[in-house]
């Protein structure tokens, strides 16, 4: 058996240093010697995994803090310009904002590991609590970061959740006045958000710390639940466990790159492209996907102080429960109804997720209910029971002896059904949570841009460009792109040159000058498309009332339902078209006359694809309207789908980029992993 570290360093400087400060011997007896169970499984590289995760968070984080403006006014401003006017912005942003749904996945696969291999039980019960505080510091780290791009839903997400302190009996109101930091949520808000959420990452990484030195107190669990007894049951944690991290390690790299360079928006919600407003409440309002099931627990409950106290008691249940399971055998491989209630259980949890996404109302509150009794039955009842009326399987004698059985593997064929179509009820309800109201779905339109390797048809980009300036900037802005943006790799395709001119044709207010007075001058590249209205007041005015929104964001901003089996495939060819074919649609589904039965309000017109197919803006394109010198034909067709193409690079500037560096990075880290694979495979192989 591997035992504490030996290492005695050679070299003069180093054994001068070791012996002042062994740190390097720490190091050595922590992730070199340290012995590892030989039976532990892949599950059991979550826990590398997630300090990958944590290190990506952080380093990313304190980058886009750099760049990012704590206020109320400018948040969502400083959001949009890192991505789009900081070198590799869009890197680091779809890094941390993707890092966080991936970390929280390999925090839930960790927990269920745990939870199905008993390692929560003594002596290992102060590792288990650690654990527990480390996800209740990343609920709290992981909600406040996504207040802080001042969207639509992470705005009502905050007020939302921040309300729920109210229901706290004398001081609720006063607990919320304090988080709000006013009588609202606002920009003290955003401040102490902003605070909070680069402080609590170092208090996480502090926690891991511990709970990484309880683990080695401890020593690990492993699959078969049972202790080491002689040397043959560990191997040295490196080359043996370093290697099989290494690898895990990598295929999760592979997963999470997939959602970076083609999925960025996917696990994200529409509504946060969209500047936060007070005035209008989203018709949905949904938390991240990693809150839903206590969502839907919070939402089952018809008492709000009661809603709170079980969506709180739903995660600090996992703190008691190395004593509310009383069972003997750890692991439930060789337990068989801990098996199946294990497997209920997770169940149980993913449709919890899928009801947290729905509306709460007729069936879905019920479903919810009943599982909420569910959820908590299990750690209530079910363990306590278990204990008493199961018998396990027999025990193997030993970890060696475990590495050489062959059965308890096969996983029950009707759980992996069950799960699955949970998880597919899941996946698919977050394309639900982002859909609008009482929209038609739009045809799919055939874009370039489309799939892994799409590209911008550049005379679509120009002709979209023409378009804009001639009918759309009447109206509408793109106050979030540079005339520079015009003569970036990627986009329309001008030279310097004629980005600058093109830039000249505009008046860009300008000063004070010297005399204190405000002036105009034609534009230069490094200024910004300017607003056709002095402000939203004016803009407002001019349009009965409604402000026309940017129409940079509007291609992200808008989705709609996909729905099953759609979503599934959506997956792999990237479909990230829904804004695209919205305008492209919108633009071309006006009607004269609404259908029969069908009355809209005065001054309104009717467009069916239009959430309530009322819209204030008239018909903005007819035939003939803008000529293009390639030719292209002067028809509302051909305008809406150049002028859709044009929003969509307005919208991503850096989409090809994007792409590109996707491609490098795939087949380096497909290559990378198929060498981790056959390493590992070498080394182990001289351990058994």
Not at 22 to 51: D, E, K, M, Q
Not at 218 to 230: D, S
Not at 566 to 592: I, K, M, R, S
Not at 600 to 620: L, T
């Amino acid at each position: 058996m591997s035992g504490p570290s030996d290492y005695q360093p050679s070299h003069p400087a180093l054994k001068w240093f070791e012996q002042r400060l062994p740190i390097i011997g720490l190091v050595h007896s922590s992730f070199i010697a340290y012995p590892t169970p030989r039976n532990l499984n892949y599950w059991w590289t979550f826990g590398a995994i997630l300090s990958i995760m944590l290190g990506v968070q952080i380093v990313t984080g304190v980058i886009l803090a750099m760049h990012y403006t704590p206020h109320a006014d400018l948040a969502f401003k400083s959001v949009e310009l890192i991505v789009r006017d900081v070198n590799y912005g869009w890197l680091l942003r779809n890094m941390h904002a993707c890092g966080a749904s991936m970390f929280f996945l390999a925090v839930y696969i960790h927990m269920f590991r745990g939870l199905y291999y008993g390692s929560y039980k003594a002596p290992r019960e102060v590792l288990w609590i650690l654990g527990v505080i480390i996800y209740l510091l990343m609920m709290a780290t992981g909600f406040m970061g996504y207040v802080l791009p001042w969207g639509q839903m992470s705005f009502w997400g905050a007020t939302v959740i921040t309300n729920l302190f109210s229901a706290v009996p004398y001081f609720g109101e006063s607990i919320v006045t304090l988080l709000w930091g006013g009588y609202s949520v606002g920009n003290p808000t955003l401040n102490r958000f902003f605070s909070l959420h680069y402080l609590l990452p170092f208090l996480i990484a502090g926690v891991v710390v511990l709970h990484v030195w309880a683990l080695h107190v401890v020593g690990q669990n492993n699959p078969a639940g049972v202790e080491p007894k002689t040397e043959k049951d560990m191997v040295p944690f490196t080359p043996y466990a370093t290697i099989k991290d290494f690898f895990g390690v990598t295929c999760f790299l592979i997963f999470y790159s997939w959602f970076i360079f083609y999925m960025p928006n996917y696990l994200g919600d529409a509504d946060n492209y969209i500047p936060a407003n007070p005035a209008v409440t989203p018709a949905h309002i949904v938390p991240e996907w990693y809150y839903l099931p206590f969502y839907a627990i919070l939402r089952s409950v018809p008492n709000k102080l009661a809603g709170v106290i079980a969506m709180f008691s739903a995660i600090i249940v996992l703190v008691f429960l190395p004593w509310l399971d009383a069972a003997k055998t750890r692991s439930n491989k060789y337990r068989p109804l801990g098996k199946q209630f294990f497997w209920i259980f997770v169940v149980v949890c993913v449709l919890l997720g899928y009801l947290g996404a729905q509306p709460p109302e007729g069936i879905y509150v019920i479903a919810g209910r009943i599982l909420t009794v569910l959820y908590f039955a299990y750690f209530l009842i079910v363990l306590p029971l278990l204990a008493r009326i199961e018998t396990p399987r027999p025990l193997p004698n030993s970890i060696a002896d475990d590495v050489l059985a062959k059965s308890g593997r096969a996983p029950m064929v009707s759980t992996v059904i069950a799960l699955v179509a949970a998880v597919s009820l899941l996946a698919g309800s977050m394309g639900d949570a982002r859909a609008s109201e009482g929209q038609e779905n739009p045809p799919s339109a055939s874009w370039s841009f489309a799939g892994p390797f799409g590209k911008f048809d550049r005379g679509a980009v120009q002709r979209g460009l023409k378009v804009y300036k001639e009918v759309c900037s009447n109206c509408h802005s793109l106050q979030y792109v540079a005339f520079r943006n015009l003569a970036e790799p990627g986009g329309p395709g001008y030279s310097t040159a004629q980005a600058a001119s093109f830039a000249a044709e505009y008046k860009i207010k300008d000063g004070p000058n010297d005399a204190g007075e405000m002036f105009e001058r034609p534009g230069r590249p490094a200024d910004y498309f300017p607003s056709p209205f002095p402000n939203e007041q004016a803009a407002r005015a001019s349009n009965g009332g409604a402000a026309p929104p940017d129409l940079s964001l509007i291609a992200k901003a808008r989705s709609y339902k996909r729905g099953f089996p759609w979503f599934l495939v959506d997956f792999f060819t990237q479909f990230q078209e829904q804004g695209p074919n919205y305008v492209n649609a919108l633009l071309q589904g006006y009607e004269e006359t609404p259908p029969h039965g069908v009355t809209i309000p005065d001054g309104s017109y009717y467009n069916k694809y239009f959430p309530g197919h009322a819209i204030k803006m008239p018909s903005p394109l007819s035939d003939g309207q803008v000529t293009f010198d390639d030719g292209s034909p002067a028809t509302v067709k051909q305008y809406a789908h150049d002028v859709a193409t044009f929003l969509m690079w307005t919208a991503e500037p850096h989409m090809e980029a994007r792409k590109r560096l996707g491609y490098q990075v795939f087949i380096f880290l497909i290559i990378f992993a198929g060498l981790m694979y056959f390493t590992k495979k070498r080394v182990w192989a001289a351990a058994h």
